[in-house]
């Protein structure tokens, strides 16, 4: 992965966390990684815990941003999220699973928020 692709991915995390900020959630964890997985972002609000994958585009070349949340990514942030549970302070609590979108249109950065993107089978 290119540097400028890494800054891209940085720049897009930064402007969901600003978002989800904005939107009265609070930001518990950036980037939150076990072995195999990592959780771009965990935010909580009124008792609810979302574990958020940010995906960043330049363009629609290669399709919507959320296309690239695969099933095999979606099972990795499962599993990150289990263990991101077990934690005495989220054990028990409601969560689900959203995907932020963040690429350009016509020439301005826009965001889409899916909510309970994928859940758990």
Not at 10 to 16: H, I, K
Not at 75 to 86: L, P, S, T, V
Request: charged share 30%.
């Amino acid at each position: 992965m290119s540097q400028e692709t890494k800054d891209l991915g940085v720049s897009g995390e930064s402007f969901a966390e600003t978002y989800l900020e904005g939107a009265g959630w609070r930001i518990v964890a950036k980037n939150y990684r076990i072995r195999s997985a990592e959780i771009d972002l965990i935010a909580e609000r009124d008792g609810l815990i979302a574990f958020v994958e940010v995906k960043t585009r330049r363009s629609g070349r290669y399709g919507r941003p959320a296309e690239a949340v695969t099933l095999r990514k979606q099972q990795k942030i499962i599993a990150a999220a289990g263990m991101f549970m077990q934690g005495a302070e989220y054990m028990g609590r409601a969560c689900r699973f959203d995907v932020i979108e963040v690429f350009k249109s016509n020439g301005e950065w826009c965001l889409n928020h899916i909510e309970n993107a994928f859940e758990v089978h």
